[in-house]
C-alpha cells in the first residue's frame, strides 16, 4: 500500500510534523509505502527527518507526477481556509485529481472547519463557530467566501474518512452534518512514558508556533494576574515578526515582560532541558 501526505510543510516548526514523523514510524512495520507533497516550498523544509527531498505542487505537472507515484490513497493535512482567503487556486487541480483515489483527511485543529476569516482576524479576536448564513448577513464574511468554504465542506463529506484529536473539532463536525460512522478519534501520539521530572522553580512552559490561534494573548493575560512574582513563562517556537513584536508590547503593557522569555525555534533535543526545569505546562490554543 502507498499514501502520498499532502501538507503545507514537512518542516518540525508546524505540529504536523510529528504527527506525520510518528506515524512513518510505525506504518513502515506494515510495509505501507509513505510519500510526501507540499503546498508550498519552505525555507526550514530541510529540517525534517523524512531523509527526502520533498516535492512541492508548484513543481510538479500534477497527471505526471500521480501516474508515476500512483498512490492508493491520498491523506490531506492541509487548511483550505488558506486558499480561501488568499485566491489561490493552485491546489484545485490536485484536488479534482484526487476524486480518483481514496481519501482521508485529518483535521488537526478547528481552523478547518470554522469560518475561514478565522485565520485573519485581528490578534486576539475569534470567531470559532461553523459559518452559516447568518454570518452573511451579518457582514462578517463575504457572500463569495461563504459559497467557496460552503463548497469546500461539502466535498470533505464524501472522502472516505476524517480523522480528528479532540472534542471541539468533533462537536463542530457534528454540527456541520459530517457522517459519524466515517469520522475517527486519533488519541495523542505518545510511544511511551517519558522520564521528566516536576521542575524545581515556578517556571511556565508553552511550547507551539507563535500564532494568533495558539491563544498566547490569553496567556500572557493570565500570567498578568498571579499574585506572585515568583515565576517565569517561557515560550518556546517559531513566529512571525510581525506577531512577536505584538505580543512583546502586550507583555510590557502588562507589566510582565521581565518575567517572559521568547525562545523562538528549538529542535526537540534542546526543548527537554525546559520541560525538565518547568512546573507548568500551557496549553492556551483556542483551535
Given at each position: 500500500?502507498?499514501?502520498?501526505?499532502?501538507?503545507?510543510?514537512?518542516?518540525?516548526?508546524?505540529?504536523?510534523?510529528?504527527?506525520?514523523?510518528?506515524?512513518?514510524?510505525?506504518?513502515?512495520?506494515?510495509?505501507?509505502?509513505?510519500?510526501?507533497?507540499?503546498?508550498?516550498?519552505?525555507?526550514?523544509?530541510?529540517?525534517?527527518?523524512?531523509?527526502?527531498?520533498?516535492?512541492?505542487?508548484?513543481?510538479?505537472?500534477?497527471?505526471?507526477?500521480?501516474?508515476?507515484?500512483?498512490?492508493?490513497?491520498?491523506?490531506?493535512?492541509?487548511?483550505?481556509?488558506?486558499?480561501?482567503?488568499?485566491?489561490?487556486?493552485?491546489?484545485?487541480?490536485f484536488y479534482e485529481y484526487s476524486k480518483r483515489k481514496i481519501r482521508v483527511r485529518t483535521l488537526h485543529d478547528y481552523s478547518s472547519v470554522v469560518c475561514p476569516n478565522y485565520l485573519k482576524y485581528p490578534e486576539g479576536i475569534f470567531c470559532e463557530e461553523p459559518v452559516n448564513e447568518t454570518c452573511v448577513k451579518k457582514?462578517?464574511?463575504?457572500?463569495?467566501?461563504?459559497?467557496?468554504?460552503?463548497?469546500?465542506?461539502?466535498?470533505?463529506?464524501?472522502?472516505?474518512?476524517?480523522?480528528?484529536?479532540?472534542?471541539?473539532?468533533?462537536?463542530?463536525?457534528?454540527?456541520?452534518?459530517?457522517?459519524?460512522?466515517?469520522?475517527?478519534?486519533?488519541?495523542?501520539?505518545?510511544?511511551?512514558?517519558?522520564?521528566?521530572?516536576?521542575?524545581?522553580?515556578?517556571?511556565?512552559?508553552?511550547?507551539?508556533?507563535?500564532?494568533?490561534?495558539?491563544?498566547?494573548?490569553?496567556?500572557?493575560?493570565?500570567?498578568?494576574?498571579?499574585?506572585?512574582?515568583?515565576?517565569?513563562?517561557?515560550?518556546?517556537?517559531?513566529?512571525?515578526?510581525?506577531?512577536?513584536?505584538?505580543?512583546?508590547?502586550?507583555?510590557?503593557?502588562?507589566?510582565?515582560?521581565?518575567?517572559?522569555?521568547?525562545?523562538?525555534?528549538?529542535?526537540?533535543?534542546?526543548?527537554?532541558?525546559?520541560?525538565?526545569?518547568?512546573?507548568?505546562?500551557?496549553?492556551?490554543?483556542?483551535?
Amino acid at each position: 500500500m502507498k499514501i502520498l501526505h499532502f501538507v503545507r510543510s514537512v518542516s518540525e516548526i508546524y505540529g504536523t510534523y510529528t504527527y506525520l514523523h510518528n506515524m512513518r514510524e510505525d506504518m513502515s512495520k506494515y510495509d505501507v509505502e509513505q510519500i510526501y507533497l507540499c503546498y508550498e516550498p519552505s525555507k526550514q523544509d530541510n529540517k525534517n527527518v523524512f531523509n527526502q527531498s520533498v516535492t512541492s505542487l508548484d513543481q510538479i505537472n500534477v497527471n505526471e507526477f500521480m501516474k508515476e507515484e500512483n498512490p492508493d490513497i491520498i491523506h490531506f493535512h492541509d487548511v483550505v481556509s488558506h486558499y480561501l482567503i488568499t485566491n489561490d487556486t493552485k491546489y484545485k487541480e490536485f484536488y479534482e485529481y484526487s476524486k480518483r483515489k481514496i481519501r482521508v483527511r485529518t483535521l488537526h485543529d478547528y481552523s478547518s472547519v470554522v469560518c475561514p476569516n478565522y485565520l485573519k482576524y485581528p490578534e486576539g479576536i475569534f470567531c470559532e463557530e461553523p459559518v452559516n448564513e447568518t454570518c452573511v448577513k451579518k457582514n462578517c464574511i463575504s457572500k463569495e467566501l461563504f459559497d467557496k468554504y460552503n463548497e469546500y465542506l461539502e466535498e470533505i463529506k464524501k472522502y472516505d474518512g476524517i480523522f480528528y484529536f479532540s472534542d471541539n473539532v468533533k462537536n463542530t463536525m457534528q454540527k456541520l452534518g459530517f457522517n459519524k460512522d466515517k469520522s475517527y478519534y486519533i488519541p495523542p501520539l505518545v510511544k511511551e512514558q517519558q522520564d521528566f521530572s516536576e521542575g524545581k522553580k515556578n517556571n511556565i512552559l508553552f511550547v507551539g508556533r507563535i500564532a494568533n490561534e495558539k491563544g498566547l494573548v490569553d496567556l500572557l493575560h493570565a500570567a498578568a494576574l498571579l499574585k506572585t512574582d515568583n515565576w517565569h513563562l517561557y515560550i518556546a517556537g517559531a513566529d512571525s515578526m510581525k506577531y512577536l513584536k505584538y505580543l512583546l508590547k502586550l507583555a510590557d503593557n502588562l507589566k510582565i515582560i521581565n518575567k517572559v522569555e521568547f525562545l523562538g525555534f528549538l529542535p526537540h533535543e534542546k526543548l527537554k532541558t525546559y520541560f525538565l526545569d518547568s512546573k507548568i505546562m500551557s496549553f492556551p490554543s483556542t483551535c
